[in-house]
DNA sequence: GTCTATAGAAGGATAGAC
DNA sequence: GTCTATCCTTCTATAGAC
């Protein structure tokens, strides 16, 4: 009889990957480097992953699905527009805050690869288009507001990304300055 | 007599070494690319360079100091600190709208290289500190502002580089609004 | 002839892919 | 584990300017 797979062996790999692909770079880190942290052999990476193009781009989207079950749980009790916009912004502070931070992991790769249109490019250029979509929308639902509006909100949220820990809650607090006349 | 060495071989190689590495990112530039586009032969470059890190080291000092001359003309003819602080604002703003505007030199390449504390990424921390303290010196000598005045600032700065070229002008617009009621 | 420059190969390490 | 390719770096061979 053959060997049974184990079931959890896509995400053990995806994990290690992602914390070492975060934490320092793409570019920086090696198949080798992957399979020794997730403890298997190179083959069984190769048949999960096509490419490291290919687990990069599933790094990216399990960041991508981290995000959005994170900031949909910090929207669930915010039910107003600028309510809701002052949580948006308070989640990214609680990332930026969070131990081991090193910035926006699609920014971060976007810069790695600038130029690129592979896979992993679309994914981080399809989450920022999304988020500047989501400020846009309720920025729209707050009511009559400045044209520039939007656009400063992005410039906070742009910021905060490349802020340190301490500087984060500056972000907020700027926020909750902007739409509280909306509420 | 034997022949005379090239007077400018030295800013020839750097000035291609500079395009290079700040269109596709250090990493993703090798030093056969460099000598390629330079025209020079690979003995040459590590005759002027020891190293990748003390090229790439070269070429951030080289960013560095075309960043000082364009803000200090850019500042030039603005006296009070509330002008000064539009004045910083609006020359990042060139920049970034300037064709092949690709981030920021010294956050791309701590990006690409995070952890590390070689001679380039000494360089590029100590560029991001000189910026923010340039920052708080000018807000200090504004007179009395809220305490976050600083850190609004600073953000603003951070979201501009990161911004495309047609958000730029709303970071300018809205430091202008900010420090108005100083002039 | 002497020095500098370029071109290219070689070494040693490490990368991605099978 | 292996294979191929590429990385940075060094070194050799050769061409060209003085």
Redesign the interface.
Known sequence: MARTPAPGTRDTILTAAAGLFY???V??VGMAQVVEVAGCGKNLLYRHFPSKAGLAAAYLDLVRRERAQSAGEALRWATTPPDRLIALVAEIADWVRRPGY??CAF??YL?????DDDEPARVARAYLAEARAEVDRLVGQLGPVPP?FA??I??????????TPE?AP??V??VTDLVTPFR
């Open positions: 934490e320092h770079g570019r920086a090193r910035g920014r971060n810069t790695e690869f600038p130029g520039s656009d400063r992005w410039l906070i949220v742009n910021g905060l990304y490349a802020s500087e500056t972000a607090d700027w």
